[in-house]
């Protein structure tokens, strides 16, 4: 049946799957269904009126499971929540109506029936949260007995189960999980995977609400290496693990350690996307912030106005909120000691404006 081929083939690996092939799947299964090749995705509504053959099997077809769950993939990455439970509900009753259904089927609607009430929590209350967690459960369990201990479809069941632990703040069980996904993927894939590096962003999310900030900060140290070893020094993703360093530092209060960090998201941010670019504009947001907390009024004011500059000159209107927190800031820098610090600071904003213009080289040293 299509639906165990499907499942057999990694249904649950979703970490590395796009959009983009998310909707090349979806196209690639409606044309296996009805013969036809379109470009036009369907939706809840269109699906049986636009493709003839397929409302030819009906509205029980387990066939047309493997649709829903294309599109409610391709909702959900849109962030259309309601529209992707839709379509997973859909999935898992095709599912339950499959006449020679197996272990498999049955872990598949168990998983699938997690994640619609982890949605549904999400978008209304925890209420469904212990209804998402007894499924999860289910399902790892049959997927452990179906694949052993060390898959991946285990290790993405232990992802999700531990997500939703961090939701409803069972902290130390949420930890647990997330480990054991890594300790898989880490076996199956190695330590620079993307899967396994976007659940060490999990665990340092897990310390950061119990503010253990040294933990996290450590993690966070960990992210930023394998980034490194993997893109090199000047990758935008490097930029994006720096400015998370820095903001766990600025959090515990380290604030020489953040701006740094935060000066070698600049230099980055700038090197790969020029200037006058809002990625640039944030951390020099950032590095202000951190300046008004050493009294370096001065520089922090400066920095303030080329965010501001920049944000203008992209088109931000003066009611955006970000236009509008930046000519706040300006306000509430202390004048008087701006004026004071001036002759002092401006040598050094002006080799920072310089040297993030040309793409220097690195300021972490």
């Not at 076996?187 to 899967?195: E, I, Q």
């Not at 920095?303 to 909120?321: K, M, N, R, S």
């Amino acid at each position: 049946m299509r639906i165990r081929r499907l499942f057999s083939c990694g249904r649950w690996n979703l970490g590395t799957i796009t959009l983009a092939s998310r909707q090349s799947c979806l196209r690639w299964e409606l044309f296996c269904l009805s013969g036809t090749s379109t470009k036009m995705l369907p939706t809840v509504t269109n699906l049986p009126l636009r493709y003839g053959k397929i409302s030819a099997l009906g509205d029980d077809d387990p066939g047309l499971a493997c649709i829903f769950y294309q599109m409610a993939h391709v909702y959900l990455e849109q962030s259309e929540t309601e529209e992707a439970i839709t379509c997973f509900e859909e999935y898992s009753r095709l599912l339950r109506l499959e006449k020679q259904r197996n272990l498999h089927d049955n872990a598949e609607i168990c998983y699938t029936e997690g994640t619609v009430a982890k949605l549904k929590g999400e978008m209304n209350s925890l209420s469904r949260h212990k209804e998402a967690e007894e499924n999860f459960e289910r399902a790892l369990e049959l997927a452990i007995t179906i694949h052993g201990q060390n898959h991946e479809t285990v290790a993405s069941i232990l992802l999700d189960l531990g997500e939703l632990l961090q939701e409803i703040s069972q902290f130390q069980q949420a930890l647990f999980c997330f480990d054991e996904s890594i300790e898989i993927r880490t076996v199956l894939f190695g330590a620079d995977h993307p899967n396994v590096v976007s659940t060490l962003q999990n665990i340092a999310s897990v310390y950061k609400k119990r503010k253990e900030f040294d933990m996290c900060t450590n993690i966070h140290s960990d992210i930023l290496a394998v980034r490194q070893e993997e893109f090199g020094t000047n990758d935008v993703r490097v930029a994006d693990a720096w400015v998370n360093l820095g903001n766990t530092q600025t959090t515990s209060g380290r604030i020489m350690e953040a701006t740094v960090s935060y000066e070698e998201a600049l230099r980055i941010r700038t090197l790969t996307n020029g200037y006058n670019h809002k990625s640039v504009a944030q951390v020099l947001f950032k590095i202000g912030s951190l300046y008004t907390r050493q009294n370096k009024y001065g520089d922090a004011k400066q920095l303030f106005e080329d965010a501001l500059e920049i944000y203008v000159e992209l088109g931000y209107p003066e009611d955006h909120p970000k236009v509008k927190m930046l000519r706040s800031r300006q306000k509430t820098v202390p004048f008087g000691l701006f004026a004071q610090s001036r002759a002092s600071s401006v040598a050094s904003v002006a080799d920072l404006s310089v040297f993030s213009l040309l793409g220097g080289g690195s300021t972490a040293a």
